[in-house]
């Protein structure tokens, strides 16, 4: 019999559309806090756009997860739930986030350090350390943008038992649009997002991305007899009744109201439909390119703004060249330190 970690990596292929769109969402939400820090005037117009591409590309990076992981779990799991097979997950899916995490807290600590001389808290260290801070409080964490991986690691405790209980997917999914909608309701309190960020950030408030995009996969949402043509045209109008919706919204509206059902369910439709273009040879090469930098540039991009922002003025100019000097980074990280880090984690049995 092969070993568990073996049979995951058997039983999945590549789907390079989900590679692509990681990429992009990493890149939207890089763009946007590029944008924010800076000293430029946006219209209020653009704002909003950029507001939504940052805040729902991370929401879609929790769709992604969840249609991902059915895809590569699904048959492994379908004789259902063994300590070995269980344990087998645990270890690929912490193996992938942990080490590069662990190195962004750990620059982060030191950039903290250095700036503040203030001394460290250790709890909150050895909870992100060991990815268990999203169970607590996911805001607690020295990585900015750091929440949602957090959060990922507890849709990744709970992904098994969704996939026993798929018979239950309509309860499930409802339980979680009710919990994002209380949350919502109750940040309406607020004048601002940056006040309710302990709420926003809770992983109730992000399940129904995380639990539809897992059911998505697994009771296969194939758009029958509409070609790629067709897809790709759907995606670029859900992308247009986004950018509508976002115009001059705030990030509070952005994450309330009715804002908040259309890019809540554009989001959905919008991964729904483009996880089914097919995408071969050069465009193939190049969502593996963006799929593979997206982990390093969301975790990087602060790193890099913190580093110089005390040093240059943060004009567009200065924002687009940061932007891509932190793209050719996320490369190299991936390229030569996330790549051979995750070759040795498996080669360790992870």
Known sequence: MPEPTAAIDAGRSRLHALDLMRGLCALGVATYHFSTWSTAALPPAMQGVLAMFGTYGVSVFFILSGYSLTHAYDRFFESGLTRAKVQ????RRLGRLGPLFAAAVTLSLAGKLLVSGRDLDGFVTL?????LFGFVSPAATPVVGGWSIGVEVVFYVVFPLLL???NKAHYIVAASVFMAAWVARDLQSFDTLAQGWQLYVLPANHAVFFAAGAYMRAFDTRVAHVGTTALAGLCMALLVVM???AAGASELQLVTGWRRLVLVTASLAFVGLAARLPLESVAARVATLFGGLS???YLI???VYFSVRDRVEMAV?????????TIALAIITDRWLDTPVQRRVKALGW
């Open 88 to 91: 087998a997950y645990f270890q």
């Open 127 to 131: 909870a992100n350390l060991s990815l």
């Open 164 to 166: 026993l209980l798929r």
């Open 243 to 245: 950018g509508m919706a």
């Open 295 to 297: 982990y390093p540039l």
């Open 301 to 303: 991009h602060p790193i």
């Open 317 to 325: 100019p200065v924002v687009l060249a940061l932007l891509a000097l």
